[in-house]
């Protein structure tokens, strides 16, 4: 297989991911797996990851667009990314193989070509010779090395793809980064050290597919950074769909090798049918001072129940304290992307973004709320019925006002299913100016 920015080789037999995910479903079709909320379909953008790759100081944006036909080589995929500043195409990675879906998972990966510049970790869940996870620089897309073909996989874990999570375990002496990857059916995640190319498996999570995971910040204030394995769709006491999130210590997981039996600092349950607690968890830092690590956590409101709208709490995760909660207009229901991002207001509290991807039907919506009080401080609609507001990504200031910004995406995938092209602003976290706009199917 050929790897060559912006070119395209087709080695491949045509049809493979289609006759992968027909065995997939045959497997399946005695116990289906329920379906993600609000996703019927899927969008061109699938995946986002924010850096400065560049350099120059402003947040660039790479995209993840698994789907995408690369020349005449159908969903061969590609990963591109974007200039922050001028929106102008910095360089993109095409997928070589029909069905390869480049692209479908991406994760920072540290600097391991040291050329000042954060890389990416790209999966390819579907390539002929099986999943494998590209290293490559995110200044020039320049791939280090390929992973994965000395994985250990079964038969039903080539049949699925990666989810990669970025994550910088430990600070002695320096920062390690490791890449979660989850393979298939088993539930079974690997480690992957970005330098040493190892890899051990670190644990068994009987939610399989069902099972997301999130890097966190230093939770228990041991010093590393833990992630939280985002199990949404878990029953728990009886209530389906409740969901379940488990707390994973980084210093277990520091140095690739087999996790200690503490590796769980706990667990936090939803308390209802259908809460989908998981869908949405984000970091949110030290909001109380106690040195520990918060979360930010979103969930849909109950759409049978008269007057029900989404929440979003900070919750200190090992003690079950609620520190903040945020709720929406009366009868709205989804929550789409959220993040915490600084004390626009000046009252000594940050501020959260919040995307509301079916307000307008489907236009989508991204608002200020306060930390303090839940008011809305300010409030950008999206254009077209694309979903503006589906995720929401924290990013470095951008404009010099000591406030964070936000890249916030609009997936391409209208409620009445209809595809559309997707794009992404970058909104100034004061005041809402958007800062720049990135329409990822227009190669510029």
Same mark, same amino acid.
């Given at each position: 297989m050929e790897w060559e920015r912006g070119r395209t080789v087709t080695t491949a037999t045509p049809g493979r991911r289609r006759l992968r995910a027909l065995l997939l479903f045959?497997?399946?079709?005695?116990?289906?797996?329920?379906?993600?909320?609000?996703?019927?379909?899927?969008?061109?953008?699938?995946?986002?990851?924010?850096?400065d790759f560049d350099g120059d100081g402003f947040p660039d944006v790479a995209v993840g667009l698994p789907d995408l036909k690369a020349g005449k080589v159908k969903?061969?995929?590609?990963?591109?990314?974007?200039?922050?500043?001028? *929106?102008?195409?910095?360089?993109?990675?095409?997928?070589?193989?029909?069905?390869?879906?480049? *692209?479908?998972?991406?994760?920072l990966a540290g600097d391991v070509d040291e050329d000042g510049a954060p890389d990416l970790a790209v999966g390819n869940p579907w390539a002929e010779a099986g999943p494998h996870i590209l290293f490559l620089s995110g200044k020039t897309?320049?791939?280090?090395?390929?992973?994965?073909?000395?994985?250990?996989?079964?038969?039903?874990?080539?049949?699925?793809?990666?989810?990669?999570?970025?994550?910088?375990?430990?600070? $002695?002496?320096?920062?390690?980064?490791?890449?979660?990857?989850?393979?298939?059916?088993?539930?079974?995640?690997?480690?992957?050290d970005n330098r040493k190319e190892s890899y051990s498996a670190f644990f068994e999570d009987s939610h399989g597919m069902q099972c997301d995971a999130r890097a966190a910040?230093?939770?228990?204030?041991?010093?590393?950074?833990?992630?939280? @394995?985002?199990?949404?769709?878990?029953?728990?006491?009886?209530?389906?769909?409740?969901?379940?999130?488990?707390?994973?210590?980084?210093?277990? @997981?520091?140095?690739?090798?087999?996790?200690?039996?503490?590796?769980?600092?706990?667990?936090i349950a939803g308390t209802r049918e259908n809460e989908n607690l998981g869908l949405l968890v984000e970091p949110a830092g030290d909001w109380n001072g106690d040195r520990r690590a918060d979360l930010l956590l979103g969930t849909r409101g109950d759409g049978k129940k008269k007057g029900e709208t989404w929440t979003l709490r900070v919750?200190?995760?090992?003690? $079950?304290?609620?520190?903040?909660?945020? $709720?929406?207009?009366?009868?709205?229901?989804?929550?789409?992307?959220?993040?915490?991002?600084?004390?626009?207001?000046?009252d000594g509290t940050p501020e959260v973004l919040a995307g509301t991807p079916q307000r307008g039907r489907g236009i989508g919506a991204a608002a200020l709320l306060s930390g303090k009080d839940g008011k809305v401080l300010w409030t950008v609609d999206g254009t077209g019925s694309e979903r503006f507001g589906e995720e929401v990504h924290r990013a470095a200031d951008?404009?010099?006002?000591?406030?964070?910004?936000?890249?916030?995406?609009?997936?391409?995938?209208?409620?009445?299913?209809?595809?559309?092209?997707?794009?992404?602003?970058?909104?100034? *976290?004061?005041?809402?100016?958007?800062?720049?706009?990135?329409?990822?199917?227009?190669?510029?």
């Open positions: 045959l497997l399946l079709l005695a116990a289906p797996l329920p379906a993600r909320p609000g996703e019927k379909d899927l969008p061109p953008v699938q995946q986002v990851v924010v850096e969903e061969a995929g590609e990963v591109r990314v974007y200039s922050g500043k001028t *929106g102008v195409l910095l360089w993109n990675l095409a997928g070589t193989e029909e069905g390869q879906a480049c *692209g479908e998972a991406l994760a897309g320049r791939v280090h090395h390929r992973f994965g073909s000395n994985f250990p996989l079964s038969f039903s874990e080539h049949l699925c793809g990666f989810h990669l999570v970025d994550w910088t375990v430990g600070g $002695r002496p320096s920062p390690q980064w490791i890449v979660l990857a989850r393979a298939g059916l088993s539930g079974r995640w690997w480690g992957v910040g230093d939770l228990n204030g041991d010093g590393y950074r833990d992630a939280v @394995l985002c199990a949404w769709s878990a029953e728990v006491g009886g209530k389906k769909g409740a969901g379940l999130l488990r707390l994973l210590s980084g210093e277990t @997981l520091s140095g690739v090798t087999q996790p200690k039996s503490d590796r769980w600092l706990g667990e919750l200190s995760p090992l003690d $079950r304290v609620e520190i903040a909660l945020l $709720r929406g207009p009366e009868g709205e229901t989804v929550i789409g992307g959220a993040a915490v991002l600084g004390d626009a207001d000046g951008a404009d010099g006002d000591g406030i964070a910004e936000a890249w916030v995406l609009a997936p391409g995938t209208a409620t009445n299913g209809k595809k559309g092209k997707g794009y992404l602003r970058l909104l100034s *976290g004061k005041t809402g100016a958007v800062l720049s706009t990135v329409n990822p199917l227009a190669l510029k």
